[in-house]
């Protein structure tokens, strides 16, 4: 069984149907993806990259949940997969505010 935790801020992405992605330089250190994900990218193409099955948690909350994990590009961007179990509210480029 692999073990990697990591803490990350990363940049909300609403208009990605996943939970979380990471850069793909961190398949050095992870192995061996669990499955090949294919994912449609912003301007239309196509990525591939590896994705683990794995459990995420926000910083605020003790809650961890089931997530997969995606290896693709290099910015670490969390979607829909996640935030979709909370109210997120971006206060006018001042602050996000996770709630419940």
């Not at 692999?2 to 050095?28: C, K, M, S």
Request: charged share 25%.
């Amino acid at each position: 069984m692999r073990q990697h935790t990591e803490t990350i801020w990363a940049y909300i992405d609403t208009g990605f149907d996943g939970y979380l992605i990471v850069p793909e330089r961190l398949v050095n250190e992870l192995g061996e993806g669990d499955y090949l994900a294919r994912w449609e990218l912003g301007d239309g193409s196509l990525g591939m990259g590896d994705e683990y099955l794995g459990q995420g948690q926000l910083a605020a909350f003790p809650e961890r949940m089931p997530i997969r994990v995606s290896c693709l590009g290099n910015e670490y961007l969390v979607g829909r997969g996640i935030l979709d179990h909370w109210r997120v509210t971006l206060d006018h480029g001042r602050a996000v505010h996770v709630d419940k």
